[in-house]
């Protein structure tokens, strides 16, 4: 069959002339400086965007994460974004070790606006950029790459001469950034040339870093392609040690992460991205996934998510965005399994865990972190459908509402709910499980029904050397009711042989599994048999009873109420 797709019309990006590659061989070992641009890029990318007081409560919510440098907008651009950032400087909410980026087009006007935005404040990168790949040099501004590289440094030079006006102390509070626009698509050769005529302009300095960000503007190669620029880059830039490296990735072919994660082990210092991938078109890059992925590594990313449900609460309520449930880490369906051999995994892990010391290496299946580390909980970790196996409809019963289902039990209970579930052809709520587990094995009152029971401790023991019992009940069996009696070395071994009298089939129990549920005076014993009939079929039964001897008699009426 003939393509109806043109792929002629696409060409791949060339390669990176870069030989001795290091990237592939290192790991990430530390937390790089985070800057998110929620406040710019991604509010940017809304479609309506946030009003000041949204953003000053975004700005507190970043805060407390512990982003150390935000980007906090646009102020030539907008009244709104101005003021803004004179309520974040005139209401002194930007703590001293936090520094605001603005980001402006290298035009005098607009720069001179910016530095009055950014007045008093105690620490501000300055981020000007300009678009620098064929494309844009011939669509955007049709301009030679010399005189694209005129735009850059002329936009530096308005920068230092707006601030000669300012007191030492002042210009000490600025740093340059500088973003070659379009990195991804911009000849690397290029791309070095114009920061590095951007930074002859500036000055190196040791002590105050011109940061070089390096942007997938549009993301449009793997992400080891991105890797060999950022290592290229970083061996040819002049005065390495005066400059940081960052990245600022998008998410245009949906490997933002690992473009970010592999542009890192090539040499970035510095990440900007925004909360859960925020941003133009498919999204910036998202910062929540890439500090995660460090600490399911063992790194401390130094930023706190440890109550990410709140986090991911304010967002959505800032920003009228939602969260995709498969999102990592974050959504809904991140801690879920509906696989029965996944459910049966992640149960057995966690009942091992019990055990151990609480910091004890993770490896609990299926999960790539613990979920309560991130302010998860546990109860929805495991949901119900008809694909369900043995284990799940059990862990809920037991981590919801204290049932420890015996292991031997658990296929029964999986067949009734998934059969529930099929028929109803949805995933079946932890209510509803209980509901059903209740009604099969507890709340089932047929053939057999308890009216009254008694039972007396016989004076002496058997030949046996055990104590005796007697017991005596009014029971019914198919509506007929009918005294009972028999002896036995308990409540439970006298009622069954009580049963042995009535048209109830005859039986043997062959397990018995009992613990208490429940704390202080409601404290109940549950007790689970498996009765194994005449016929050889082997039936589980449920007793629930404040008294432990009744919980057990409960089980076995449980139990033959199978038969049937």
Not at 25 to 40: E, F, G, M, N, Q
Not at 142 to 151: H, R
């Given at each position: ?329 974050a959504g809904g369906l991140a801690y879920t399994a509906l696989s029965g051999g996944h ?222």
């Amino acid at each position: 069959m003939k393509a109806t797709m043109n792929a002629k019309k696409y060409q791949p990006i060339p390669a990176i002339p870069i030989v001795n590659r290091t990237w592939p061989s290192k790991s990430i070992t530390r937390a790089p400086v985070w800057c998110s641009v929620d406040l710019r890029d991604g509010n940017q990318a809304l479609i309506d965007p946030m009003g000041i007081d949204t953003k000053l409560a975004f700005f507190d919510l970043l805060v407390k994460v512990g982003f150390k440098e935000i980007e906090v907008g646009f102020p030539s651009a907008s009244d709104t974004e101005y003021e803004f950032i004179r309520r974040l400087i005139e209401e002194k909410r930007i703590p001293d070790d936090v520094t605001i980026q603005v980001l402006c087009q290298a035009r005098e006007k607009l720069v001179k606006r910016t530095m009055e935005s950014i007045k008093g404040a105690p620490s501000v990168i300055f981020h000007i950029y300009n678009s620098t790949s064929p494309a844009q040099r011939k669509y955007t501004f049709n301009k030679t790459k010399e005189e694209i590289i005129e735009i850059a440094t002329d936009g530096v030079k308005c920068i230092k001469d707006c601030m000669k006006d300012l007191s030492e102390d002042e210009r000490k509070k600025i740093r340059l950034e500088y973003s070659p626009e379009s990195f991804s698509m911009t000849e690397i050769d290029y791309a070095v040339e114009i920061c590095a005529a951007v930074g002859k302009e500036w000055g190196y300095d040791k002590d105050n870093k011109i940061i070089f960000n390096l942007p997938t503007t549009v993301e449009c190669a793997t992400a080891n392609v991105y890797a060999d620029q950022i290592e290229y880059f970083a061996q040819n830039i002049p005065c390495r040690e005066g400059v940081i490296i960052s990245t600022h990735c998008h998410n245009d072919r949906g490997s933002g992460v690992a473009s970010c994660e592999l542009g890192l082990l090539a040499g970035a210092d510095r990440v900007e991205g925004c909360l859960f991938g925020n941003g133009e078109r498919t999204g910036n890059l998202d910062i929540v996934t890439v500090a995660l992925n460090m600490f399911s590594q063992g790194v401390d990313p130094e930023l706190d998510f440890h109550n990410l449900p709140d986090i991911a609460d304010s967002y959505m309520e800032y920003t009228k965005m939602d969260i995709p449930p498969r999102t990592p880490y974050a959504g809904g369906l991140a801690y879920t399994a509906l696989s029965g051999g996944h459910q049966d995994a992640i149960a057995k892990g966690f009942a091992a865990r019990v055990k151990m010391d609480k910091d004890a290496i993770w490896d609990v299946p299926y999960l790539l972190i613990d979920p309560h580390d991130i302010g998860r909980q546990y109860e929805g970790i495991i949901r119900i459908n008809s694909q369900s196996g043995k284990g799940g409809a059990s862990f809920i019963l037991e981590h919801n509402y204290g049932y420890a289902i015996p292991k031997a039990m658990q296929p029964a209970i999986g067949d009734l709910i998934k059969a529930a579930s099929d028929k109803a052809q949805r995933e079946l709520q932890p209510e509803e499980i209980l509901d059903l587990f209740q009604k099969q094995w507890i709340g089932k009152k047929t053939p057999l029904a308890i009216l009254d029971l008694a039972q007396t401790h016989i004076e002496g023991k058997s030949q046996t050397g055990e104590e005796r019992v007697a017991v005596r009940a009014m029971v019914t069996w198919n509506g007929e009711q009918m005294s009972i009696g028999g002896k036995g070395n308990g409540p439970l071994d006298g009622f069954v042989s009580a049963l042995a009298t009535t048209p109830a089939p005859k039986f043997n129990i062959t397990a018995f599994h009992e613990h208490s549920v429940g704390q202080g005076s409601n404290t109940s014993a549950v007790a689970y048999v498996q009765v194994t009939v005449e016929d050889g079929r082997q039936l589980w039964g449920v007793g629930v009873s404040s008294n432990v001897g009744r919980a057990g008699i409960e089980a076995v009426v449980s139990a033959v109420n199978q038969t049937m």
